[in-house]
């Protein structure tokens, strides 16, 4: 089983619909997890930390499922500027500083 | 917000040569990391350093040196270029603990 591991996609979602990605990691002590935001031919920007309890950002909602392993990214009323590739981050062997990324999800939001 | 600048946004060099390819962070972070990004292959870590003068190796450290002499610089090196190492390279650097990492703009290296 790959360390960090998400549908590389395409997505391709119409605007103002709600999509959710996953992401599974294997590695059971793992403490800290992350999504990151990637647009074409820049660098990736932290779009959420995900904590035990779950968090909401605005449209942006960040799941973390221990039991199971995975977790998971729900964007609500999708925009056109949404269009990205989301990678998902889990430290891993329990350190906090370093950090394993998977390859990413893309997505394409429809007008 | 914390600043990670690299000092080539495009760089083209020919094989063999020594290429430099430095990395600044202004937010007193101890820990400094290097990765290149390839198509289809995602992030890879190439070397990281966690103090002044430490490094460790990453997943593909082949080719590749660093040099951490101030705590706000990392520097990569490849030693002697190669068409393969033609890539986008990502510095990045952290505080640690949930706050994740903040990347550089990165340098887009063509080796030729």
């Known amino acids: 089983r790959k360390e960090v591991e998400q549908d590389p996609g395409p997505f391709n979602v119409p605007e103002g619909a709600t999509v959710a990605f996953n992401c599974t990691y294997s590695?059971?002590?793992?403490?800290?997890f992350f999504w990151y935001r990637q647009d074409c031919r820049k660098e990736p920007k932290l779009l959420m930390s995900?904590?035990?309890s779950g968090n909401e950002d605005g449209r942006f909602t960040a799941q973390l499922n221990r039991a199971s392993q995975y977790i998971s990214l729900l964007i609500r009323d999708s925009k056109l500027s949404d269009s990205a590739t989301y990678l998902c981050?889990?430290?891993?062997?329990?350190?906090?500083?370093?950090?394993?990324f998977g390859k990413g999800t893309r997505l394409h939001i429809l007008p | 917000d914390v600043k990670v600048t690299q000092s080539s946004r495009y760089l083209v060099k020919r094989t063999g040569e020594k290429v430099f390819l430095e990395c600044v962070q202004d937010?007193?972070?101890?820990?400094m990391f290097w990765y290149r990004q390839d198509p289809g292959l995602g992030l890879r870590l190439i070397y990281f350093?966690?103090?002044?003068?430490?490094?460790e190796k990453g997943d593909i450290p082949e080719g590749y040196s660093v040099s951490r002499e101030k705590k706000e610089r990392f520097s990569l090196i490849l030693e002697s270029a190669s068409t393969n190492q033609t890539s986008m390279y990502l510095c990045?650097?952290?505080?640690?603990?949930?706050?994740?990492?903040?990347f550089g703009s990165g340098t887009r290296l063509t080796v030729v």
């Open positions: 990045a650097s952290s505080l640690g603990g949930l706050g994740g990492y903040t």
């Open positions: 590695n059971s002590a793992s403490q800290s």
């Open positions: 995900v904590y035990s």
């Open positions: 981050a889990v430290n891993m062997f329990g350190r906090d500083d370093k950090i394993i």
């Open positions: 937010m007193d972070h101890e820990n």
């Open positions: 350093s966690y103090d002044v003068k430490m490094k």
